[in-house]
């Protein structure tokens, strides 16, 4: 009887053993497939604004008369109705990927039309390099909300991008870096 006993003890510490290895290869997938998951949504970024992009800058090109104007709103690229025939430079208002709402952060001319739009997230990108021409300027943002896509000249960066990227800069500050010295 007493054998009997210590076999099963060696069974269920095997069971915990066993519990705890899958434990962390589930932690390990999970990770795995936030970084997949985190990519995919910034390769739509990537798309929608460019999307974007494209539409303002149809909207600007095709302004009638000769002094060019940028859309007062995001609604504006949807039903154009400068012209006698209404223009759609736009299908739809894209959902931002990081947010998940069709809300933009929205990046104004001086005379006073969108002439860009940004994520509003705050989340650290993984893309920080290898962009497209048009896309140069992203090289080495550590946000997505700063990868702003409009039309025209490099656009200031908005003062919800800067407060995001200062409190993204004192988290990462505070935590105690391993670097080696020289």
């Known amino acids: ?62 302004t009638p008369g000769a002094a060019k104007q940028y859309p007062k709103t995001l609604d504006d690229l949807l039903q154009d109705r400068r012209h006698s025939v209404v223009q759609r430079h736009l299908r739809k208002i894209f959902i931002d990927p990081m947010t998940g709402t069709t809300k933009w952060g929205l990046l104004m001319s001086e005379q006073g039309g969108v002439r860009g739009v940004h994520s509003l997230s705050g989340a650290e990108a993984i893309k920080t390099g290898n962009f497209s021409r048009q896309n140069r300027d992203f090289e080495g943002k550590v946000l997505v909300g700063e990868w702003h896509f409009a039309h025209g000249a490099a656009a200031p960066v908005p003062e919800e991008a800067r407060a995001l990227r200062a409190g993204n800069a004192a988290a990462t500050q505070a935590k105690p870096s391993a670097a080696i010295p020289p």
């Open 1 to 62: 009887m007493g054998r009997r006993h210590t076999q099963s003890g060696f069974t269920y510490l095997g069971a915990l053993l066993l519990i705890a290895v899958m434990g962390a290869m589930l932690a390990s997938v999970g990770s795995v497939w936030h970084t997949a998951s985190q990519r995919e949504k910034e390769y739509e970024l990537l798309y929608a604004g460019e999307q974007f992009r494209n539409a303002i800058q149809s909207y600007y090109e095709k």
